[in-house]
Nanobody
Framework: VQLQASGGGLVQAGGSLRLSCAAS????????MGWFRQAPGTEREFLSA????????TYADSVKGRFTISRDGAKNTVYLQMNSLKPEDTAVYYC????????????????WGQGTLVTVSS
């Protein structure tokens, strides 16, 4: 599975961005998908995940109510809609694919995208 993340950029606090992650290579629906982020000097953290069918989702407390994960099987793409962005959301955002039904654990993800930078100005 090859993953290509896009959609990052510079946005003011309170604004919105939608990240996309296009997948290719194998059957998209067989994989649950996750979003993670890593800010400078910090460890990569889990944000959200969605099952292969799209029927189950989970979120980290830090983004619950502000971020929404979704997937489009026809386009082999997973999205992360980010609203009410804060300066502390500034990070490189990564998408990843897992053979697990749905998981928050980084070690359970086999494939990773290259990351897209999100910068939120105050």
């Amino acid at each position: 599975v090859q993953l290509q993340a896009s959609g990052g950029g510079l946005v003011q606090a309170g604004g919105s961005l939608r990240l996309s992650c296009a997948a290719s290579g194998r059957t998209f629906s067989r994989y649950s998908m996750g979003w993670f982020r890593q800010a400078p000097g910090t460890e990569r953290e889990f944000l959200s995940a969605i099952s292969g069918s799209g029927g189950s989702t989970t979120y980290a407390d830090s983004v619950k109510g502000r971020f929404t994960i979704s997937r489009d099987g026809a386009k082999n793409t997973v999205y992360l809609q980010m609203n009410s962005l804060k300066p502390e959301d500034t990070a490189v955002y990564y998408c990843a694919a897992s053979p697990w039904e749905i998981t928050t654990q980084q070690n359970n993800y086999d494939y990773w995208g290259q990351g897209t930078l999100v910068t939120v100005s105050s």
